[in-house]
């Protein structure tokens, strides 16, 4: 093997405890559980009198001293919300009308099955959702604006309503230095001058960091147990020193900082298990690890604590424990986001403070890990700017031609400069992380609730043709401003587009309002708060405007279909006047049925999205840029800014099905484009250069909330280090034409195809969604479909 495909850690293995810890995860049953759920009820109940922050924490503290723990004897990484792995948390205060609804289906139902037990369902029902039935957000924000929501559903997806927000990279660093004794000194300092208003808020998160305290030193005592009393000399032998060691590592976190490379990845650990614990939210992402970490490893390394073998392993002990906490969604949501996107999202590389490159051994470590498991945790993102280096770039297509979907790659050439057009100061963004899928963040100081809603612009589209009627139902939901045959020209058309999409934007607005009030309301994040810079320092919760930065971002759906959609009736009915205006509405009605010539000229007539077809390309930023500028007229519940996104998670499969048939040869009911930015599938024929310069066109402003370009190569193009050299061109030409974001499927269509048909050979296999990797035999058979007739590359 020449040096090329070489690394100075190709010698590395994964190890059998690694190996039986992997097969344990991936053969454990996957079950609801109302654990926590009970004691935040039996809290609540019995402190009435208490204010409903206080409530929150004290319920935090209870069930981090309550909850039932284990501890398998292979770990090196201990910890977890639930004792069962994988479980789905019914979380009261946030949501439980849609769990009395649904807990007998959550076996059966499409997408993101749980088991479930019958005494916990008539325990829910005697005792959990009498208490919590009209008290939960979900039901504050369905009184208060249920009926507004619901009318606009099939233009906008409001996000958030029944759970807490996530999509936050907390200041692990500052954890990691202070630890929660610390933060409990600096929480009582803070108190001793602080305001009357502001005592609350530190007495919570003192509560909260007490019961963090407790929760570790459980772990401790627990492992103790288990070595005295419940094992046999063979196993004892074999597991005993490691895990002796484990449980002084939880009693030394319980009382002290971590010092240890160990300590920092297990502390690590400990902050997003109590995170997941306290808001029940999807995507809470480490960040930066190969920086903030690094520190602890070279110092191990060096003074010969651990070796590079060591590192790994505990690396992949944690790894493991990303996939071992699930998100449970309400039936609805999880055909929006499919397969468990929970969203520990950790970046390697990028630039340091001074816009230098910056990469180290513990970033090749981390991708080494990704190599060896191949889980959909975590969400793996490279950071690449102009000044990458040979390695890190070769390592990183390694992992990709592994077939994971991961890692993705990020744009510092076009991101950093986007952030600060922001209001981001440039020393965070050029820190910034990703959280969740592709969302853009800074480090420990944003709540930037960026997930707060989805906007179907084809569906706006839609409504303008067709008097403002929904096509596949007749009912009246948008505005009427005529049909296709009124707009004399398409310039009148895109004044009557511009009038729906500000109607729908002013109705969105309206209740964001009502969905973050409700936030500050019903759910106070007392110890998310004390890894949120400012909000120590202001004494002010997170929810309530605490951090640094308050952002809310809003995704545009999708700006592929809107391009080919607007393109075939620019072209086709007004310049070259092909297909008559009556024509077209009426096919688009009729679902094309008795129209296949009109289909078939849309659909291959007209030029499309992805082809580096500039005037096509640009009608679809036209109205991108549209969006964001009228994002800059609102204010958020925070007081901060609004900005915009355009990435699906697997919202593409249910907004299409609220989609009739559209201009571009689209049939009802089918799936919208993939990604965000990515052309309809089958219908990039130029290549994936072109695709690159087709997405070049838009501007990085219209996705600092994020933006996702997904492509699929066959995996024999990574068979020769002639394809791994054309493949590293290909990621530095998207660095050149400053496309923020981009990822792979590396698949073959027969594999996909048998594992629809035989899906217990492949329980392993996963695949790139939307901006997250998820199992491929757990998706729904929709999904599973588009992600089969995705475009597949050969060559470049």
């Not at 890190?392 to 994971?404: C, F, T, Y």
């Not at 009246?476 to 296709?484: D, F, R, S, V, Y």
């Not at 969105?508 to 810079?533: G, Y």
């Not at 402003?701 to 990574?718: A, I, W």
Request: proline residues 3%; charged residues 25%; contains cysteine.
């Amino acid at each position: 093997m020449s040096n090329l495909i070489q690394g100075k850690f190709d010698n590395l293995i994964q190890t059998k405890r690694i190996d039986i810890l992997k097969e344990k995860m991936l053969d454990a049953p996957r079950y609801a559980s109302i654990e926590q759920a009970r004691i935040i009820t039996r809290v609540y109940k019995e402190n009435e009198e208490m204010s409903t922050p206080k409530k929150r924490a004290l319920s935090l503290k209870v069930a981090l001293e309550e909850l039932e723990i284990g501890v398998e004897k292979e770990e090196l990484i201990v910890g977890n919300r639930t004792k069962g792995v994988r479980y789905g948390v019914v979380f009261p205060e946030s949501g439980c009308s849609w769990v009395n609804k649904e807990f007998e289906t959550l076996p059966t139902r499409p997408q993101d099955k749980f088991l479930v037990k019958e005494e916990d369902i008539k325990e829910f029902r005697e005792n959990i959702y009498p208490y919590w039935n009209g008290k939960s957000m979900e039901d504050v924000i369905k009184n208060n604006y249920g009926k507004e929501i619901n009318a606009m559903a099939k233009v906008v997806k409001i996000n958030q309503k029944d759970h807490a927000q996530g999509h936050i990279c907390p200041d692990s660093e500052l954890w990691l230095k202070l630890g929660p004794q610390g933060l409990i000194d600096k929480a009582k300092e803070k108190m001793v001058n602080c305001e009357e208003n502001q005592k609350e808020f530190y007495e919570c998160t003192i509560l909260v960091l007490e019961g963090a305290k407790n929760f570790m030193m459980r772990y401790h005592d627990y492992i103790l147990n288990m070595i005295n009393n419940c094992w046999d000399d063979k196993v004892e032998n074999e597991y005993k020193e490691s895990l002796r060691n484990v449980a002084e590592i939880c009693k030394n976190l319980s009382e002290r900082p971590p010092k240890t490379f160990h300590e920092a990845v297990q502390s690590l650990w400990f902050l997003f298990t109590i995170l997941h614990m306290e808001s029940n939210a999807s995507s809470f992402s480490p960040g930066r690890m190969d920086q903030y970490l690094y520190p602890y490893y070279k110092e191990d390394i060096e003074k010969g604590i651990i070796s590079e073998q060591d590192a790994l392993e505990i690396i992949e002990c944690l790894w493991l424990k990303f996939n071992q906490i699930v998100y449970l969604r309400n039936q609805h949501s999880a055909k929006y986001f499919a397969g468990f996107p929970i969203g520990f999202n950790i970046a390697i590389g990028g630039v340091d403070e001074n816009g230098d490159d910056i990469y180290n051994n513990l970033s090749l470590l981390i991708l080494k890990s990704q190599y060896h498991l191949g889980l959909p945790q975590p969400n793996l993102s490279v950071r690449l700017n102009k000044n990458t280096s040979h390695e890190l770039m070769q390592e990183s297509i390694k992992v990709v031609a592994k077939g994971s979907g991961m890692p993705q790659f990020f744009n510092d050439e076009s991101i950093i400069k986007a952030m600060i057009d922001l209001g981001i100061e440039e020393k965070d963004a050029r820190n910034y992380a990703i959280v969740g899928c592709v969302e853009l963040t800074t480090h420990g100081n944003n709540l930037g609730w960026s997930d707060a809603a989805m906007f179907n612009l084809n569906k706006a589209l839609e409504l303008t043709l067709n008097e403002g009627k929904c096509l596949l139902t007749g009912e009246q939901i948008g505005l009427n401003l005529g049909k296709l045959e009124d707009y004399k020209t398409f310039e009148d058309l895109e004044e009557a587009f511009k009038k729906q999409i500000d109607y729908f934007i002013d109705e969105m607005m309206k209740a964001e309002v009502v969905v973050e009030k409700a936030h500050q309301d019903c759910l106070p994040s007392a110890f998310l708060s004390t890894v949120i810079d400012d909000c120590l320092e202001k004494g002010l919760d997170v929810t309530r405007g605490g951090a640094k930065y308050n952002l809310s971002g809003i995704q545009m759906i999708q700006v592929a279909n809107l391009a080919d959609s607007l393109a075939a009736i620019k072209e086709l009915v007004y310049d070259e006047e092909m297909i008559s205006k009556e024509e077209l509405l009426q096919a688009l009605r009729d679902d094309f049925k008795g129209h296949e010539i009109t289909q078939t000229m849309l659909l291959n007539k007209a030029p499309k999205y992805g082809n580096d077809v500039k005037w096509v390309d640009d009608l679809g930023t036209k109205w991108a840029g549209y969006f964001r500028e009228r994002m800059k007229d609102y204010t958020n519940y925070r007081g901060g800014a609004y900005h915009s996104g355009m990435y699906t998670v697997s919202a593409h499969v249910p907004m299409g099905e609220n989609v009739g048939a559209s201009p571009d040869g689209r049939n009802a009911l089918t799936p919208l484009a993939d990604g965000g930015m990515s052309p309809v599938y089958g219908r990039d024929i130029a290549g994936p250069t072109a695709v690159l310069k087709s997405v070049s066109r838009i501007s990085n402003d219209y996705t600092t909330n994020g933006g996702l370009l997904n492509m699929k190569f066959l995996p024999e193009f990574f068979k020769t280090e002639t394809g791994m050299l054309k493949f590293e061109n290909f990621l530095r030409a998207f660095v050149d034409l400053e496309v923020p974001h981009i990822q792979f499927n590396v698949v073959r269509r027969e594999d996909l195809l048998d594992a629809k048909v035989h899906p217990e050979r492949h329980k392993s296999l996963t695949i790139r969604v939307a901006g997250y990797t998820a199992y491929f035999v757990e998706l729904a058979g929709k999904l599973q479909d588009e992600i089969i007739e995705r475009t597949a590359y050969e060559d470049i």
